[in-house]
């Protein structure tokens, strides 16, 4: 792993750490693993920080999961019907087999 990305890593660690659970506390105090909360006080470019380096990974991965997401969700509404009437479907434009009457909508 590249500095910028362990930088940005860590950065995302931070952000996860201040941030504040449905029980009103910050993730911080969530953290079980003593030698974690250790390593993420020494955290340096220096110091062997495996666990960090694990939790780092995780929060990549987590911003990964969350983009993921979020194209699923632009590519579903893209594909989405504007308006569900007769005027913007298939139907409008081979109705002069139909006998039906189509009401027209005037804009």
Do not use: C
Request: proline share 2%; aromatic share 12%; hydrophobic share 40%.
């Amino acid at each position: 792993m590249n500095k910028q990305i362990k930088q940005w890593g860590w950065g995302l660690i931070k952000d996860w750490l201040n941030e504040i659970n449905a029980d009103g506390k910050k993730n911080l105090y969530n953290i079980m693993s003593e030698p974690l909360l250790e390593e993420l006080i020494a955290a340096n470019d220096v110091v062997n920080v495996d666990r960090v380096m694990a939790l780092t990974q995780v929060m990549i991965y987590r911003e990964q999961l969350y983009n993921v997401k979020v194209k699923e969700i632009k590519k579903e509404n893209r594909n989405r019907v504007l308006f569900e009437g007769p005027i913007f479907t298939q139907q409008w434009f081979h109705d002069d087999e139909s006998t039906d009457n189509i009401e027209a909508y005037m804009f």
